[in-house]
């Protein structure tokens, strides 16, 4: 309403007054301009005062305008500097927001996508569900064809351009443009677009590796040490640790543990860093799966530089052969670097063989025995050992070993030493001890996986060697797998095992005479014997009196034993002794 107000007119004047209103929303303020067909009334009003004080007043007809539809977007963000680091060859997500700044409902369409070669556009989505990042509820956009969700004045959507960086040099930009254009036919400035820009620094790929040495990969290591010998039901201390020595973040990191054969996971020992972890698949990072033989640790993003590290407790069981290492490798993948293994941690289980009496069943260990890891069958020319590489009880790896109490020995092999698949390095081990035959064994080996080594056993004397892990006697050769260490049971057996001796109660006998004989046969091994038989020739002219032979063992009653008799031969077969 335009209102005038005057004192006097002169008679027959006319005044006129103009009055232009100009219906703009200034940048500042589009939010809150008026909604299209909108209908805006005016009036004008005129008052007048005479000399003698009387007031006049008239007023003119309203005037009404309707508001036009007007199309007006803004495409963010417009950037001209990096705001965020790509690494080579990674696909990556990138939003902008379409924001309606008209005064009418508006539908957009995506009419450019651009992106700095060699990096590729790979696909273009409206945010459906507003999150900002890319899920299955967002729905895919196709250029100058799929048209974005129906936007009410002063509303958004966001929508997410993934780019493949492909080989893009480090050191250079990755820029994405885009451009949206209204959609409104209607609108009295015709339709309206935008342009966005969003810019990325290209660097080098996330690269994980071990913490202090980015040429090394991420570090596993057992009881803080790549490689520790233990014992059926220890526990182990296990750490997986990595540093991003990339330009970049590090997106949904998987590591990824599975654990040997024979080392089972303590269940609740999961941490990452100082902060514990459950086993369930959770909101934590952590979850153990295959019914707790595998460990996984999930990990959104690890910042450059950032250092991560993962603990857990395992406990050793029983059915390890000895010698064997159990070797544990994680793996460590993710969105935007190369999947890599971590260093191996290896729990070698009692990393040594027993010289043992061969009879004894492993009861009877032989010390004092000396033990060569010999080059060649025909010589004392013992394999040159690298020092202080050695397990217990031979920590120094000296060569020849002397047993002590327990019998144990062991030698430690160098990866040179080890031979190739098709071309096995051939050893000879040789046992001397006091009282026990000699012994001379070849040992064959070939390389296997982890630096561990698969063997051969082979007597070459004559005599029976031990099953793998066992005392039991064989008379095959035995084989060995997944060795860390020259370890095996090597039984050993008396150079004299039985000793006889024959006794008469009379030196002089006439034709007639009874004579009462005794034989004595005495076991001197640490084991059973087994199937004797004892052969007596009686002189000529002697003959054997049925019925009289008896046989008393050890403490045993006295019993009647009744020989073969072939002429002057007599044959006792006895039991186990």
């Given at each position: 309403m335009l209102t005038v107000a005057a004192n006097r007119f002169a008679p027959?004047?006319?005044?006129?007054?103009?009055?232009?209103?100009?219906?703009?929303?200034?940048?500042?303020?589009?939010?809150?301009?008026?909604?299209?067909?909108?209908?805006?009334?005016?009036r004008a009003e005129s008052t007048y005062r005479d000399g003698e004080g009387n007031e006049y007043g008239t007023v003119s007809p309203t005037v009404t305008v309707t508001v036009r539809p007007v199309a007006a977007l803004n495409v963010t963000p417009d950037e001209t500097e990096p705001s965020a680091s790509v690494a080579q060859n990674e696909r990556a997500a990138r939003l902008f927001r379409v924001c309606n700044n008209g005064n009418t409902p508006d539908l957009y369409t995506l009419?450019?996508?651009?992106?700095?070669?060699?990096?590729?556009l790979h696909s273009l989505h409206f945010d459906t569900d507003n999150t900002g990042t890319l899920t299955d509820a967002d729905t895919a956009a196709a250029v100058n064809a799929t048209l974005s969700p129906r936007l009410a004045p002063g509303a958004c959507v966001g929508v997410i351009a993934v780019v493949d960086v492909n080989d893009a040099a480090a050191g250079t930009r990755l820029t994405v443009r885009l451009t949206a254009r209204s959609n409104v036919t209607s609108a009295a400035n015709g339709a309206a677009s935008d342009d966005g820009t969003i810019i990325n620094a290209v660097g080098e790929s996330a690269r994980l590796t071990d913490p202090s040495n980015p040429a090394l990969p991420p570090l596993k290591l057992v009881n803080e040490r790549p490689r520790v010998t233990t014992a059926p039901s220890e526990q182990l201390d296990y750490s997986v640790a990595f540093r991003n020595s990339g330009a970049v973040i590090a997106r949904n990191v998987l590591l990824a543990d599975d654990l040997p054969a024979g080392i089972d996971y303590v269940a609740g020992s999961l941490r990452l860093g100082n902060r514990a972890l459950t086993d369930a698949p959770d909101a934590d990072e952590g979850r153990?799966?295959?019914?707790?033989?595998?460990?996984?640790?999930?990990?959104?993003?690890?910042?450059?530089?950032?250092?991560?590290?993962?603990?857990?407790?395992a406990r050793v069981t029983g059915g390890i052969t000895p010698g064997t290492g159990a070797v544990n490798?994680?793996?460590?993948?993710?969105?935007?670097?190369?999947?890599?293994?971590?260093?191996?941690?290896?729990?070698?289980?009692?990393p040594f063989g027993v010289v043992f009496a061969g009879r004894s069943?492993?009861?009877?260990?032989?010390?004092?025995?000396?033990?060569?890891?010999?080059?060649?069958?025909?010589?004392?020319?013992?394999?040159?050992?690298?020092?202080?590489?050695?397990?217990?009880?031979?920590?120094?790896?000296?060569?020849?070993?002397?047993?002590?109490?327990?019998?144990?020995?062991?030698?430690?092999?160098?990866?040179?030493?080890?031979?190739?698949?098709?071309?096995?390095?051939?050893?000879?081990?040789?046992?001397?001890?006091p009282g026990y035959r000699r012994r001379l064994i070849e040992f064959t080996v070939r390389p296997g996986a982890l630096g561990l080594y698969t063997a051969t056993a082979r007597a070459l004397?004559?005599?029976?060697?031990?099953?793998?892990?066992?005392?039991?006697?064989?008379?095959?050769?035995?084989?060995?797998?997944?060795?860390?260490s020259?370890?095996?049971?090597?039984?050993?057996?008396?150079?004299?095992?039985?000793?006889?001796?024959?006794?008469?109660?009379?030196?002089?006998?006439?034709?007639g005479d009874v004579v009462n004989y005794r034989v004595e046969v005495r076991n001197t091994t640490q084991?059973?014997?087994?199937?004797?038989?004892?052969?007596?020739?009686?002189?000529?002219?002697?003959?054997?009196?049925?019925?009289?032979?008896?046989?008393?063992?050890?403490?045993?009653?006295?019993?009647?034993?009744?020989?073969?008799?072939?002429?002057?031969?007599?044959?006792?077969?006895?039991?186990?002794?």
């Open positions: 027959a004047a006319l005044a006129l007054v103009s009055a232009i209103a100009l219906l703009v929303a200034p940048a500042a303020a589009r939010r809150q301009a008026a909604p299209a067909d909108t209908v805006l009334s005016n009419t450019r996508a651009e992106v700095s070669a060699p990096s590729a153990t799966a295959n019914n707790s033989r595998r460990l996984e640790v999930r990990i959104s993003e690890v910042r450059a530089g950032e250092v991560v590290t993962l603990h857990f407790r490798v994680a793996t460590v993948s993710g969105d935007n670097f190369e999947s890599t293994g971590t260093s191996a941690a290896t729990a070698v289980v009692n069943g492993g009861a009877t260990q032989v010390a004092g025995a000396r033990v060569s890891l010999l080059t060649a069958q025909t010589t004392d020319a013992p394999l040159q050992t690298v020092p202080d590489i050695g397990f217990t009880p031979n920590e120094p790896n000296e060569n020849p070993y002397v047993t002590r109490h327990g019998g144990t020995f062991s030698f430690a092999l160098s990866p040179a030493q080890l031979g190739a698949p098709s071309s096995p390095a051939v050893y000879y081990l040789s046992v001397a001890a004397d004559e005599q029976q060697l031990a099953v793998a892990g066992g005392y039991a006697l064989t008379e095959s050769e035995v084989a060995l797998e997944n060795l860390a020259v370890a095996l049971n090597i039984p050993v057996f008396e150079l004299q095992s039985l000793e006889i001796a024959k006794t008469a109660d009379q030196q002089r006998a006439e034709i084991g059973a014997l087994r199937d004797l038989v004892v052969t007596d020739q009686l002189p000529v002219s002697f003959h054997y009196a049925p019925g009289t032979a008896t046989l008393r063992v050890g403490a045993d009653e006295q019993r009647r034993l009744d020989p073969d008799v072939a002429g002057n031969t007599l044959t006792f077969r006895l039991p186990a002794l």
